[in-house]
């Protein structure tokens, strides 16, 4: 119920929230038992973006076989890779990250791409990002990157 929560309240300050509505009325949310149930469902979903925000969030990247890009840990946003922390941002969604990597002069061999920011890459990364987030107008990826910095 805190994520539900969470959602309301980031949903209602975003100028296209009727947009990112519409999106979440097509979305779910999973509740796993265990990081095994959840590791195992997310290899099987196999998502386009998989951020790993939880303790020691680094010893779980061998547990991900199948995901476009890996965001580890609590500074690292969907919005910093698709911005600015250099990994490729055209990524295979509808489960294809089972079998492909994002696209580049390799495309042919599986890849999963992970973003770590510390503390200080976030410092550095945020305006960027910012700004990037409302030239796009994606609120959300703004403000998911100034949660990150404000609490640092």
Do not use: W
Not at 14 to 21: D, E, S
Not at 45 to 73: C, D, M, W
Not at 82 to 110: E, I, Q
Not at 114 to 125: A, D, H, M, T, W
Request: charged letters at 25%; proline letters at 3%.
């Amino acid at each position: 119920s805190e994520v539900l929560e969470e959602i309301k309240k980031q949903l209602k300050d975003l100028p296209r929230r009727n947009i990112a509505r519409k999106a979440l009325s097509k979305s779910f949310i999973l509740v796993c038992s265990n990081l095994d149930e959840a590791f195992e469902f997310s290899n099987n979903y196999a998502p386009e973006h998989l951020i790993l925000n939880l303790e020691r969030a680094e010893s779980y990247t061998q547990k991900v076989v199948n995901a476009g890009s890996v965001f580890i840990g609590q500074y690292s946003c969907e919005s910093a890779g698709d911005y600015a922390s250099g990994t490729n941002h055209t990524l295979p969604t509808y489960g294809y990250a089972k079998a492909y990597s994002g696209v580049s002069t390799d495309s042919f061999v599986k890849k999963i791409t992970f973003q770590k920011l510390s503390k200080e890459g976030v410092r550095n990364l945020g305006p960027v990002v910012e700004k990037m987030a409302e030239c796009e107008q994606l609120q959300a990826h703004k403000n998911a990157m100034q949660l990150r910095y404000q609490n640092n």
